[in-house]
């Protein structure tokens, strides 16, 4: 088979049909801060400025060579978008620093009623996403997928509200109207600013579901309150969208495969065997290489242990397709480099149709 | 009168209700019920409730934190009035979420269980600065350091934590515990930490064998 550009490739799994090789799909955020450093940017003048973003994001594929592009690479864009204030800082126990929210949109859930749904085309940093959107499709519209990354509406509303997970967590029990009324809010931004980035040029949308995992919520409240909007927004937008479960997502797929994304991914503690044979055939699955933990191979181990962990990975969801070869979680900057290139590189040795 | 008080307080606590748990606060103060048999007898007795049922996974964090908030709105009322004496072992923890990394709610569960057990809690809250986290272990000397991060890259800043009490002549005399997803025992001893708990059972059944 002849060589496929990576958009050729990724369509074609969608369609259930046999790319070339398997694509390599994945979440690249903060590891931009290689390219950053390299260009000596801050995270604010690299989030901020569309040139610069559209600099960085393009070495996704053009030097890493990974089969997409992903923007925004931070979290804070959505919350931004509702009026939370951010700080930039470079100091950092790892490195540097995404933003953090510092003032929030709302002080208590007093408020919820008087919080507006942000305008995507003019809202915080979203026109700089817009911007970048439109520069990287007019290079690479016709060859590379462009996934916009829409961030889960019970994260968001960490960054809406005042006191982060520590009123959030406790308003799912407590006081469930409110929280509702939130999401509500929310997910009709994230469709608005899906919509908005799909118009300027994305192929694709993307989530990330992260800190209402198996380690904070259960099955009912993840069915409640992440899996029920994310519905709302993957039916919103009607295009191709992937759903990212941090930690261990076993107890949630049967509900994230039932809000019809397209593709699921997740963390390493999901075992791929299991989701293959499980759901393999129902939905993309994306995974799994282990890159979150102390001792996951991408953190700790040599790029011939990437290059290990790849194959098998491959081994066990290339068969019968639709399947990406991504990491577990996001691919981030505390990372050896070059086991970023090893995982990629080893993708396409072994992930050959 | 002092049972059903005391009582309310536990229903107060498992009901996640937090004007109850104020109401039966003030209750305890206004009929002069003991406050350090209030304390135990109906919300600590309700955290454990709490606790237990969530390593059972009948509950998740929305109901322990909300329960917390419940436990924090009386105990806040009822603390003052708590004998010196009667207030568990009273040795201080310094407690917080290392530099780089926002996630606290394993961090203030923690607290939370410490607290009812009767330690003085010194919390830094989240993203904490090395030498702020330093600084306070300096000034307070406390018995024992608790760390937490949840993130990878932030995994270093508890090793520049515990650099740092070294160079300031504080790691001496104390014992320092961390906890958080991505490390484990092997990462405590590897930047010469005393224990790595999973969760807050863990955390405060060694801290009481501690003595």
């Known amino acids: 088979m002849s060589e496929m550009t990576p958009l050729e490739r990724v369509v074609a799994t969608i369609k259930r049909e046999t790319p070339d090789r398997v694509p390599v799909i994945l979440y690249f955020q903060s590891a931009a801060q290689f390219a950053a450093v390299r260009d000596d940017y801050t995270w604010h003048e690299l989030l901020s400025n569309p040139t610069k973003l559209y600099k960085n994001v393009l070495q996704q594929h053009e030097v890493y060579g990974a089969d997409n592009f992903f923007l925004p690479l931070d979290f804070r864009v959505d919350g931004e978008a509702f009026g939370s204030k951010c700080e930039y800082l470079l100091k950092c126990g790892g490195g540097m620093r995404m933003p953090v929210v510092t003032e929030f949109a709302i002080q208590s859930k007093d408020q919820i009623d008087d919080l507006e749904v942000p305008d995507p085309q003019k809202a915080g940093r979203c026109p700089v996403i817009l911007e970048t959107i439109k520069k990287l499709s007019k290079k690479y519209g016709n060859k590379v997928p462009i996934v916009g990354f829409v961030n889960s509406p019970p994260d968001v509303a960490t960054d809406v509200i005042k006191g982060h997970y520590s009123t959030v967590l406790p308003m799912m029990a407590t006081d469930k109207p409110a929280m509702h009324k939130l999401l509500k809010k929310i997910a009709d931004f994230e469709i608005e600013f899906g919509k908005a980035m799909l118009g300027a040029g994305a192929h694709a949308l993307a989530t990330v579901g992260g800190g209402f995992n198996n380690l904070t919520i259960g099955p009912d409240q993840f069915r409640e309150f992440v899996a029920k909007y994310q519905a709302q927004i993957v039916k919103g937008v009607a295009a191709p969208y992937c759903f990212h479960q941090c930690q261990n997502a076993t107890p949630f797929m049967e509900d994230m495969v039932a809000t019809g994304a397209g593709a699921i991914a997740f963390h390493e503690l999901v075992d791929l065997k299991w989701a293959k044979e499980k759901f393999g055939n129902k939905v993309i699955l994306a995974g799994n290489v282990g890159v979150s933990d102390a001792d996951s191979v991408m953190y700790n181990g040599t790029p011939q242990q990437v290059e290990e962990a790849t194959k098998k990975a491959i081994e066990i969801g290339k068969p019968g397709g639709m399947f990406w070869l991504s990491a577990g979680c996001e691919v981030h900057h505390a990372l050896p480099e070059k086991n970023i290139y090893a995982l990629i590189q080893s993708a396409k040795k072994y992930g050959k149709y | ?211």
């Open chain 2, 1 to 211: 009168m002092s049972k059903d008080v005391i009582a309310k307080l536990e229903k107060a606590v498992l009901d996640m209700d937090e004007d109850l748990a104020r109401a039966s606060a003030q209750e305890v103060l206004s009929h002069k019920v003991n406050v350090v048999e209030a304390v135990n007898g109906g919300l600590i007795k309700g955290m454990k409730i709490v606790a237990e049922k969530y390593d059972k996974e009948e509950i998740y964090l929305p109901q322990v934190l909300a329960s917390a908030n419940a436990f924090y709105a009386a105990f806040d009322i009822l603390r003052p009035h708590m004998l010196a004496g009667a207030k568990g072992m009273g040795k201080k923890v310094v407690i917080g979420v290392v530099e780089g990394d926002i996630h606290d709610i394993g961090k203030n569960l923690v607290k939370t269980m410490i607290e009812a057990n009767g330690f003085d809690c010194i919390d830094m809250g989240r993203d904490v600065p090395i030498e702020d986290f330093v600084g306070k272990v300096v000034e307070a000397k406390p018995e024992f350091v608790a760390m937490s991060t949840l993130m990878t890259p932030t995994m270093k800043s508890m090793r520049r934590i515990m650099e740092g009490m070294a160079d300031e002549g504080v790691r001496e005399g104390r014992k320092v515990l961390i906890g958080g997803g991505p490390i484990d025992q092997e990462f405590a001893d590897e930047i010469g930490a005393d224990f790595y708990g999973d969760d807050e059972g863990q955390a405060v059944a060694w801290l009481k064998k501690q003595g």
